[in-house]
Every structure is written in C-alpha cells, then in structure tokens.
C-alpha cells in the first residue's frame, strides 16, 4: 500500500527565513510520481510540483526547491526566503504511474505554514 | 488559467436534502475524473474514481448509494450528496487529468449541512 508522511503539523517562521518541509513515502512501485500542492485558506489546491521516480535530479524554481532522495524515500521542499503569501497548508502526495489517463493521489496529512511579519 | 471547474464553491443546505456538485474539465475530455473529500483540518481523501460511460468506482467505506457520480460526458462530472446530514459536511474536490499523470484539481465545494 503507498502511504505519504508529512511529520510537521505545522510550522512557523519569520519573514525571510527559509523553511524545509518535509515529506517520505511508502510505495511497492518501482514507477511513480510524487507531488507537492499548496493550499491557502480559500481551499484551492495549487500544483507546484510532478517529479517522477526516475528523476532524482533536484529541483529550482524561483525560492521554491525540492529536493528528492530515492534512498531514503523522501521528497522535501524548501522555500527559500520564506514570505507572508507562503503562509498555507503544504501538501505532498504520491500516485502510482497511470495505465490510462488519470491517477489518483494519496495525500500526505499536509504541513500547516505560517510565515510572520 | 483554471484547467478544472467545479461549481458551487461553497453551499448550505438542510439536514436530508440532496446536494448535486458539478466538476467540468475545460477545453479538454476527461474520461476519468476523481473525487476527494477533505474534513476540516485533515488531509484529502479519495472518495471514487469516475468514469465516462461507465459506474463510478468507490473507496472503501464510501457509501455508493449515498455519493452518487454521474460522469453525463467527456467534460462533465457530478457529485450527488442525497440525504446530506451534518457529518456529510465537508470539503469536496475534484481532479481531472488532461494528460497521464497529470493532476489538476477544481476550486472545491464547501458543503454546510445544517
């Protein structure tokens, strides 16, 4: 059975901090995809990420970063000076690789991020 | 721009009336959509996997006579909640893949029972 771990309920930073979040899964399968959504009070969920288990190279995309260890079957995200507008609930999520269009996520139990001014 | 709309984004009704979501794939077919409940303060679950032309699949512990999907066409998929009762209230949203693996979710449904 594939399971996502997302140990920190929540966390809270200072404006300009960098914060790591952190996510390791549990999957039988040799191919998957992982994932990291965010969701802010409106309820939306946002894609921020796809990695496939194939790819291990990290990850940069402005002061957003992940990193994906295959080792140790973790897949973290790093925000690099950490904003008011990060403040959210951070989900990682892991599917197995589609045989037809379309798969289904297990979610993590999501990071709550609360960035201050 | 959104590539999944789903309609309402957020609705009250009384304890043992029906409540029908809508989730529309835009500019594209979905033959599989997905839908997922999320309670306050916990994590996104899979409800059921939709099918165009075909039932719906349920998780286990989903009530099929209870949450009923009609997937009517290649851009269309529906949520029935009939009988809704207090703890039917939820958060519900659904995802539609425009292309394999990939997971685009709607704007989500805020269900009140009241």
């Known amino acids: 059975a594939q399971k996502v771990t997302q140990a920190q309920t929540e966390i809270s930073v200072v404006e300009k901090e960098d914060v790591t979040l952190d996510c390791v899964y549990e999957?039988?399968?040799?191919?998957?995809?992982l994932f990291w959504y965010k969701q802010p009070p409106s309820g939306e969920l946002v894609f921020l990420i796809r990695r496939n288990s194939f790819d291990e190279q990290n990850e940069i995309s402005g002061r957003y970063s992940w990193n994906f260890q295959k080792s140790t079957s973790s897949f973290n995200f790093t925000i690099t000076a950490s904003q008011v507008v990060d403040s959210a609930v951070y989900f990682c999520a892991l599917s197995e690789v589609p045989l037809i269009v379309g798969n289904k996520l297990v979610f993590g139990a999501g990071t709550i991020l609360r960035v201050k001014s | 721009g959104a590539v999944v709309s789903q309609h309402p984004s957020w609705v009250i009704c009384k304890s043992g009336t029906s409540v029908k979501i809508e989730c529309r794939s835009l500019?594209?077919?979905?033959?599989?959509m997905f839908w997922y409940r999320q309670f306050p303060k916990q994590s996104l679950m899979l409800m059921a996997t939709s099918n165009e032309g075909s039932k719906a699949t349920y998780e286990q512990g989903v009530e099929k006579d209870k949450f009923l999907i009609n997937h009517a066409s290649l851009t269309l998929s529906t949520l029935t909640v009939t009988s809704a009762h207090p703890e039917d209230s939820s958060f519900y949203i659904c995802s539609a893949p425009r292309q394999p693996a990939e997971a685009f979710f709607g704007q989500g449904t805020r269900l009140t029972v009241v």
């Open positions: 500019d594209f077919q979905a033959t599989t």
């Open positions: 999957t039988r399968d040799t191919t998957y995809y």
